[in-house]
C-alpha cells in the first residue's frame, strides 16, 4: 500500500511511498513529511520529527558517477595494449554503438578502482545508501563495465546497462534509458523514481523522473532540466586545471 502523505521540502510537494519501508534518520538533513492530503500547499505545517522518505534513485555512470567516459577508457586500453585491432574498432563502429560496445568489452574492461570517480557525488550516494535509499546503475555503457563498477562499489541493488537482455533495451540512452527505468521501477513496485545524470542526453529520463540530481551538467543543459524540475540537487566540481585535464585524459593507461 502507498501511504497518501505529502513530502514537502526543496523539490515541492510529492506523493511518499510508505512500502519503501525506510526514513530518513538523524543523520540526514532532509525535508519532513506532513501526513496530510497530496494537495496540500508547500508551506503546509509539518512535524520536523518525521522525515521524508527518499525515492529511489537510478544513477548514470559516464560524466556522473565517473568524471570522464568508460567508453574512451576502454579504447584507450585497446589501443594500448594491441594497436593492430585500430582496423576491427573502425569495423565495428559502422555496425552501431551497441555492437560497437560488446566488441570493445569483450577485449577490454577498465579497471574500476582506477576510474575517476566525482568524489562529492560518490561521498552522498554512500550515505544514501547507509540511511537504505535503493540505488541502482542505469548506464549506456556495457553491462560489463557497469557490473565492474557495481561491484566495486557495493552501493546498487541492480544494474541497467547496454547489452543487457534483461533491460529489455540494446543500447541504453536518452529514451530507450527512460523506458527502462520505468520498467524497471514498475516491476520493483516502485511509484516513482529520482535520477542522477549529467548530460542532454539525461533530460528524457529527468522528464520522466519524480526528482532530479545534476551532477556537472553544462549550463544550457542545466537551463532545459528547470523547466521541468525548478530546483533539482547539484553537484559541481572545481574549476578544471592542468591536472583536471591530464586526470580526465587518462594519460597513465599509456603508461
Known amino acids: 500500500a502507498w501511504q497518501d502523505s505529502c513530502a514537502v521540502g526543496w523539490w515541492g510537494c510529492v506523493i511518499v511511498p510508505q512500502a519503501l519501508g525506510h526514513a530518513y534518520n538523524d543523520r540526514n538533513i532532509g525535508p519532513c513529511m506532513q501526513t496530510t492530503s497530496s494537495s496540500a500547499s508547500d508551506d503546509a505545517r509539518c512535524d520536523p520529527g518525521i522525515r521524508a522518505v527518499a525515492w529511489p534513485l537510478y544513477v548514470d555512470l559516464d560524466g556522473t558517477l565517473v568524471r570522464s567516459d568508460t567508453l ?3 579504447l584507450l586500453l585497446l589501443i594500448r595494449r594491441r594497436p ?8 565495428w563502429l559502422f555496425k552501431g554503438k551497441a555492437y560497437f560496445k560488446r566488441r570493445l568489452a569483450e577485449w577490454v574492461v577498465p579497471d574500476p578502482r582506477d576510474l575517476p570517480y566525482h568524489p562529492a557525488f560518490l561521498d552522498w550516494l554512500r550515505q544514501q545508501h547507509a540511511l537504505g535509499r535503493p540505488l541502482v546503475l542505469a548506464t549506456a555503457a556495457d553491462r560489463r563495465i557497469a557490473e565492474a563498477v557495481a ?7 541492480a544494474v541497467l546497462a547496454t547489452n543487457q537482455p534483461e533491460a529489455g533495451v540494446v543500447n541504453l540512452s536518452r529514451q530507450g534509458k527512460r523506458d527502462a527505468i520505468r520498467r524497471h521501477a ?3 513496485g516502485w511509484a516513482a523514481f529520482a535520477y542522477a545524470g549529467n548530460s542532454r542526453d539525461d533530460l528524457p529520463v529527468w522528464q520522466a523522473a519524480q526528482e532530479a540530481v ?6 544550457g543543459v542545466l537551463r532545459d532540466l ?7 540537487q547539484v553537484f559541481t566540481s572545481q574549476p578544471a586545471t592542468w591536472r583536471t585535464w591530464l586526470e580526465a585524459a587518462r594519460l597513465t593507461q599509456w603508461a
Open 214 to 219: 545534476a551532477v556537472d551538467a553544462p549550463s
Open 226 to 232: 528547470r523547466q521541468c524540475h525548478p530546483q533539482p
Open 186 to 188: 514498475q516491476a520493483q
Open 72 to 74: 574512451h577508457e576502454s
Open 84 to 91: 593492430w585491432m585500430v582496423l576491427h574498432v573502425l569495423a
Open 151 to 157: 561491484e566495486h562499489l557495493g552501493l546498487f541493488s
